[in-house]
């Protein structure tokens, strides 16, 4: 089952990377980097990317030393914050499987599942940045 969408998915494993990458110089990341590296599709991921400038976890810039940056530190960007821009903030109140009408008393079958398990995602959501998420990958024991 997946409880969020490619959107997010996409978006999660492309600011991992933009993340992971030893910028101090603040250079630009392309999205073709991005795209290839990760294999995800260019205009897919350069729709999801406009979201995420538009909301303020990035900073675009175009032409031939474009690309993209994080606007924000690593350790400010939260999972619950893509999730608020991509999904929505009702994403924790609405039906795992996108029914409508979907409550107690006409319960999808992941209803009860939800609805024990979707506080506890939710805080962790909140406390974890891209700053936890990228620990792994300079030891090179995560792949995104």
């Known amino acids: ?3 969020l ?3 997010t ?4 494993r492309a600011l991992i990377y933009v993340a992971s990458k030893d910028n101090k110089d603040q250079q630009y990341v392309t999205i ?3 795209s290839e590296e990760l294999n995800i599709s260019f205009h897919f991921l350069t729709k999801t990317f ?5 909301n303020g976890v990035l900073e675009s810039h175009r ?4 690309g993209v940056l994080l606007k924000k530190p690593i350790d400010r960007i939260f999972l619950i914050d893509l999730v608020h821009i991509l999904e929505g903030n009702d994403f924790f109140e609405k039906c795992l499987l996108g029914l409508p009408g979907c409550g107690e008393k006409e319960p999808c079958p992941v209803h009860n599942f939800w609805k024990n398990v979707k506080g ?7 406390k974890t940045s891209l700053a936890h998420l990228i620990k792994g990958i300079s030891t090179g024991k995560m792949r995104i």
């Open 1 to 3: 089952m997946r409880a």
């Open 5 to 7: 969408s490619k959107a």
């Open 9 to 12: 998915i996409y978006a999660l």
């Open 32 to 34: 073709g980097e991005i």
């Open 50 to 54: 406009q979201v995420l400038t538009q």
């Open 63 to 66: 032409g031939p030393h474009g």
């Open 120 to 126: 506890s995602l939710e805080k962790e959501f909140e």
